[in-house]
């Protein structure tokens, strides 16, 4: 039986800091240089050789790179120096659809070539100097049932370490392919006629709507793959369900494509959790039996040295109302930690219990090695919507700080399980706002003040994890509960840096609400007692926002210590608006998901896209932007700004060809189609 771990964190004391004087101080000095030496040699730091060889850089899922080029001295003269269409000329053949809006696509870059999956499903091969098309991959068309769809976020890159065999990891459609990366070819003894179809190999039979956008993972000689099923609705209109498929994450083997395991995400039969899946009433059996999701919509994290990779699992069906599956609901909301060569447990951590907020967690863990009061720990930190950062030694799955089981409210709701108490982290603090009070809401004038108030008075509110309520339609009723952070975030896929050589977390977060109301379906094909209805942005005063600022922030945490260091405003915001103006303010940041680039001296963020987005009704001025910034990784200052074609819709990256640095972005707006842009120095 694998070792688990719970939410106990008894084992967890307060930790003293860091500070010496004298000798101690002196020796501290000579040992934290020495951790930094260390850290340049761990899982974290693999393939940052000038090269971006998997969505999140490594398998750490850094997102950071050593590259030094691009400085503070010189970041003003970026220029874009080529740009190319998320649907090449050359993958169209003739196809007329136009690129989408909001391409989520991060390149890999290998060999001085880019790969890119593309906005018709296909996967291509660029000159990374030039952006120019090496190879297409275009294979016959495949039947209806197994065509294409679109881009996913990324790809997954593998290569022999004894031969030159170097591969190209992909999903396209509902099939896992690998290609030749120097050819485009595929490989005709990889699964069947050289593709894998991921709707076979479920233990709950084959899964007909099986789709998912992240990337795939590359560790230890085995491709990680989650899934994104269809089927689970939630809302009131469509046919809500308490059953659901499943969200089980499963390896395959790089070479063959043979199914090597499979995890499932609701434990079945005598799996450790099913007792977590209780019987409701009513039902003649527990709910493990038929609840799905629970799935991994974003790509996974792995230390090749421990063998060991690191899922971010999300909500179970179905998000708002939970009466048809009582109990805690592990491993929804979970982080977990398998064996990657056998998918066998080793720990886990249950963020949420019970769900019903939709905090699932929407990013890559960032693994990385810190020191905490002189304790060196191969850490695992992972940041969740609800806008906590968890931090877990990644070997044993014990927290590096206490996390506390805290009261939260309960509610009202005919047939709802409550769970008593959800997991508070006591250290780092949390990067955005949590949960709404009166004090939150905008204040710029005593007007918009006293408007606030009024929106504010149509909604059930509290503390985080105030839960869903139902839709009360009389005068004077509440509209639901009004969320905060929403569904959205907090952090999202966007994620977060981490810079291996100081052990400083860097998190986007974008600061969202959501009114959420339950009422009884509609749909004839629903089973549900309850569902979702409303599911809206609460619009604040004048068309501004209905709480504070920052809307869009960067928040950096020194995960030696636990501390934030500094926080900045992401963009201008609404600081025009007609109503504040006169007032002069500062940033107020802009309030959509935003991925950041990590280099040796500075941050890069953009400011997301006003496309393709869940998002509010649009405020004044609208969300996203398209301003691309460099900031001081040390002080959250801006160092140099450049505006691009549209806002950035997916993760940058970096890297070198014949001794030049490049940026790649993928941008996009509400009126121009996404493309892949590179800037350079000149």
């Not at 275009?138 to 679109?150: A, T, V």
């Not at 997954?156 to 992909?170: H, K, L, S, T, V």
């Not at 963020?351 to 863990?365: I, R, T």
């Not at 979702?532 to 995960?559: M, S, T």
Request: glycine share 12%; aromatic share 8%; hydrophobic share 35%.
């Amino acid at each position: 039986m694998p070792t688990t771990h719970g939410l106990d964190s008894s084992c967890c004391t307060d930790r003293q800091g860091l500070a010496g004087s004298g000798r101690t101080g002196r020796a501290m000095v000579v040992v934290l240089a020495t951790v930094c030496v260390v850290l340049m040699a761990t899982p974290a730091a693999e393939a940052q050789d000038g090269e971006w060889r998997a969505y999140g850089a490594d398998t750490a899922s850094t997102k950071y790179s050593p590259l030094d080029q691009i400085t503070r001295d010189n970041v003003d003269d970026l220029r874009i120096v080529w740009r190319q269409s998320t649907i090449p000329d050359e993958v169209r053949q003739g196809n007329t659809m136009r690129a989408p809006v909001a391409s989520q696509n991060a390149p890999l870059m290998v060999g001085g070539r880019l790969y890119v999956s593309t906005g018709l499903g296909a996967v291509a091969a660029l000159d990374a100097t030039t952006g120019a098309v090496d190879w297409v991959d275009q294979p016959p068309r495949e039947e209806p049932s197994r065509r294409r769809g679109g881009a996913t976020r990324g790809l997954g890159y593998w290569n022999d370490p004894d031969g030159d065999d170097e591969r190209i990891i992909a999903l396209i459609g509902a099939s896992l392919v690998a290609l030749n990366a120097q050819t485009g070819e595929r490989y005709p003894d990889f699964g069947e006629a050289g593709e894998v179809d991921l709707r076979q190999g479920f233990d709950r039979g084959p899964v007909e709507g099986f789709r998912w956008q992240s990337a795939p993972l590359v560790a230890n000689d085995v491709i990680i793959v989650g899934s994104f099923v269809a089927g689970d609705y939630t809302n009131a209109s469509m046919p809500a369900t308490k059953a659901g498929v499943p969200g089980d994450v499963r390896g395959f083997d790089v070479r063959t494509g043979e199914q090597l395991w499979i995890f499932h995400t609701v434990p079945q039969n005598e799996e450790p959790g099913t007792e977590t899946w209780l019987t409701p009433v009513n039902e003649d059996r527990p709910s493990w039996e038929y609840t799905g999701a629970a799935n991994m919509w974003s790509t996974p994290s792995a230390d090749e040295e421990l063998g060991y990779v690191y899922l971010p699992l999300t909500s179970a069906t179905n998000d708002y109302y939970g009466g048809h599956r009582p109990g805690g609901n592990l491993f929804a909301e979970t982080l977990v930690c398998l064996d990657t060569k056998t998918g066998e447990l080793v720990w886990h951590f249950q963020a949420v219990h019970h769900g019903l907020w939709d905090y699932d967690f929407p990013a890559a863990p960032n693994l990385v090695d810190i020191t905490v009061d002189g304790r060196p720990i191969k850490a695992v930190a992972i940041v969740s919507k609800q806008a906590f950062t968890y931090v877990f030694d990644r070997a044993t799955g014990e927290p590096v700080w206490p996390i506390e089981e805290r009261p939260v409210p309960s509610g009202d709701v005919p047939g709802e399980w409550y769970a008593p108490t959800q997991p508070f982290p006591t250290r780092p603090e949390p990067f955005d706002t949590q949960g709404v009070s009166v004090d939150d809401l905008i204040d710029f004038t005593p007007e918009l003040r006293q408007e606030a108030l009024e929106i504010l008075s149509n909604y059930v509110y509290g503390p985080i994890f105030t839960p869903p309520t139902l839709i009360d339609d009389r005068p004077g009723g509440k509209k639901g509960t009004l969320q905060m952070p929403g569904t959205s975030g907090g952090a999202n896929w966007s994620g977060a840096a981490m810079d291996p050589e100081t052990g400083i977390l860097y998190i986007t977060s974008h600061h969202s609400q959501v009114f959420v109301g339950l009422v009884e379906p509609d749909h004839p094909r629903s089973d549900v007692t309850l569902a979702r209805k409303e599911y809206k942005f609460a619009q604040g005063p004048q068309g501004l926002p209905l709480f504070k600022p920052p809307y869009g922030r960067i928040v950096a945490i020194d995960l030696n210590t636990g501390e934030t260091l500094w926080t900045a405003a992401n963009g201008d915001g609404p600081r025009d608006h007609p109503a504040i103006r006169h007032l002069n303010l500062p940033p107020l940041g802009q309030g959509y998901k935003a991925s950041p680039l990590l280099t040796k001296s500075l941050l890069f963020v953009g400011e997301g896209a006003r496309a393709g987005a869940v998002a509010p009704p649009l405020l004044w001025g609208g969300i996203g932007g398209k301003m691309f910034r460099a900031y001081d990784k040390a002080t959250g200052e801006v160092v140099g700004e450049l505006e691009l074609p549209g806002g950035t819709t997916a993760a940058p990256i970096t890297y070198t060809v014949d001794g030049k640095q490049y940026i790649v972005v993928t941008v996009g707006w509400e009126d121009m189609p996404s493309e892949y842009v590179a800037l350079a120095l000149p």
